[in-house]
C-alpha cells in the first residue's frame, strides 16, 4: 500500500480572507511554502534517522544498499504519486488564491477597469 492510500488526503479550503503578516505582496504565501518543506524535511530526517539507527543494530550496509538498488515501475509509480501529493500541499495557497482570483473576476469589472483606467 502507498502512503497516498494509507493517508486520505483533503484538502479543506477555508473561506474569506487570511491574515497577512508581512508588507511584500507573496511573502505569506512564501513562508506557508516554506513552512510546509521545514515539516516535510523534520519528518524525513526523523525517519532516516531511525533506518539508520535499527540499520546499525542489524549490521546492515544502508549505504551501499542504496547506491546498487534498482526501482521497479511500482516503486516509481509510487514516488511520482508521494511527489504530486507534496506539490498539492506546497502550492495550495497559490492554487487557492488563483481560483478566488478567478471567480471573483467578471465582464463588467474588467471593462470597469479598463474605462478608469482610459479615464486616469
Known sequence: MNAAAERP???????GKRPTFQDAPGQ????AMIMVLANEVAV??????SVERYAR?????????????????DALEAREAWRQDFLERLF???????????????????HRTITEIAEA
Open 9 to 15: 488526503h483533503v484538502v479543506k479550503d477555508a473561506r
Open 28 to 31: 505569506d504565501q512564501a513562508m
Open 44 to 49: 524525513l530526517h526523523d525517519r532516516l534517522d
Open 57 to 73: 543494530t542489524t549490521g546492515l550496509d544502508l549505504a551501499a544498499g542504496v547506491e546498487a538498488l534498482v526501482l521497479d515501475q
Open 92 to 110: 495550495y495557497l497559490m492554487r487557492k488564491d488563483a481560483r478566488e482570483a478567478a471567480e471573483a473576476d467578471t465582464k463588467e469589472r474588467f
